[in-house]
């Protein structure tokens, strides 16, 4: 599933944005669809000029009947009554998706007979003070097993000492889902630490989901202001 919202606060209308002859989430999309990992790729939009470019290409759209704050919101009513047990969500910014990164993704899945995990998702290192120190990336910290502990704006952890050095993790908006806890996200409301740090996976962790990180090295590049255009731009080839 990719969620596609028309308008954004810091690029409205960037998914129609023009990159290397296509639209910004036609490039998303047929990257996601040839990754050849999923039985069916879907957007979900509440934009006509979406459908519409979407459908020229061959794609699959389902229009949201409601407004909705966060990707996991559109996802679930979108799978609501779908026959499907898991659900990847690939922001419609990112053009740049592979298939390596949601491979390990499912693959959290099929090693977890127990079904101890709700939700999956990608983190990458960062090192780049600027990026470490801006409240636009998205901080995760995790425990010895790789499950999320927290999400941030600010710099987490804080190195209080000169040693040991801390390892900063940047938290990428891919996620997979069981379908249950994409239902019960979208029935429960928000919490105070969501509401504060506008970051909708948090909403999981204080409801006591249990979210798997999935380290990976590929960055890629996120669209979401005019700069990230203009590099995707360069970078495509």
């Known amino acids: 599933m990719i969620p596609a919202r028309y308008g954004a606060s810091r690029f409205p209308g960037k998914l129609m944005q023009d990159l290397a002859g296509k639209p910004v989430i036609v490039r998303t999309y047929e990257a996601a669809l040839q990754t050849g990992l999923f039985d069916r790729v879907v957007v979900v939009s509440d934009s006509?000029?979406?459908?519409?470019?979407?459908?020229?290409?061959?794609?699959?759209?389902?229009?949201?009947?409601?407004?909705?704050?966060?990707?996991?919101?559109?996802?679930?009513?979108?799978?609501?009554?779908?026959?499907?047990?898991?659900?990847?969500?690939?922001?419609?910014?990112?053009?740049?998706?592979?298939?390596?990164?949601?491979?390990?993704?499912?693959?959290?899945?099929?090693?977890?007979?127990?079904?101890?995990?709700?939700?999956?998702?990608?983190?990458?290192?960062?090192?780049?003070?600027?990026?470490?120190?801006?409240?636009?990336?998205?901080?995760?910290?995790t425990d010895h097993r790789g499950f999320a502990l927290y999400f941030s704006r600010a710099p987490i952890p804080y190195q209080r000492a000169e040693l040991p050095r801390a390892t900063y993790f940047k938290h990428k908006g891919v996620y997979a889902f069981r379908k249950q806890a994409l239902l019960d996200f979208r029935r429960l409301p928000m919490q105070p630490l969501e509401a504060v740090e506008k970051i909708e996976a948090i909403r999981y962790l204080e409801y006591g989901k249990k979210i798997k990180m999935v380290q990976t090295r590929v960055t890629g590049i996120e669209i979401d202001t005019p700069e990230d255009l203009e590099r995707a731009k360069a970078a495509w080839t």
Do not use: W, Y
């Open 48 to 141: 006509e000029a979406i459908r519409e470019a979407i459908e020229d290409v061959g794609g699959t759209v389902i229009m949201s009947r409601e407004s909705h704050e966060t990707g996991s919101d559109r996802i679930a009513e979108a799978v609501e009554h779908l026959e499907v047990d898991i659900v990847v969500n690939v922001q419609g910014d990112e053009p740049f998706t592979e298939r390596e990164s949601l491979a390990k993704l499912l693959q959290v899945f099929r090693d977890d007979p127990d079904r101890e995990i709700d939700l999956a998702s990608l983190m990458t290192e960062i090192t780049d003070p600027e990026d470490i120190r801006s409240p636009n990336t998205v901080k995760v910290i």
